[in-house]
């Protein structure tokens, strides 16, 4: 059974940085695509970045450059390192994850049977 647990959010400041972290308390299987998602109030939840299970990273255009997708199979964790922080970015961040090989940043939210609770980021200018 995979569980999902988001950490690392928090306040920072306009070009700040944060890690965040999701780990798989309860899978192990390397044929996980894993994505990272953000919801702002009001708005939609978006894809941010994804892992396929060869570890190809894409992510949307308004972080590239700035922020990366990483996992780490021994300890089943999947992190997103965020640099150069700015307002925008500010949302509720998800991790998720879904049993196939093949996954870009494009997917849907309906492509992940398996969610988070998610984590806050909040920048301020």
């Known amino acids: 059974q995979v569980q999902l647990v988001e950490s690392g ?3 920072v400041q306009s070009g700040g940085s944060l890690r965040l972290s999701c780990v798989d308390t309860g899978y192990n ?8 998602f953000r919801q702002a109030p009001g708005k939609d ?4 970045a994804a892992l396929d299970a ?3 990273a894409t992510y949307a255009d308004s972080v590239k450059g700035r922020f990366t997708i990483s996992r780490d199979h021994a300890t089943n964790t999947l992190y997103l390192q965020m640099n150069g922080l700015k307002p925008e970015d500010t949302a509720t961040y998800f991790c998720a994850a879904e049993r196939r090989r093949s996954c870009r940043v494009a997917d849907g939210t309906e492509e992940y049977s398996h969610w988070g609770h998610g984590t806050q980021v909040t920048v301020s200018s």
């Open 29 to 36: 299987d390397r044929l996980y695509c894993m994505g990272w």
């Open 54 to 56: 060869d570890n190809r």
């Open 45 to 48: 939840r978006e894809g941010v």
């Open 9 to 11: 959010g928090g306040s």
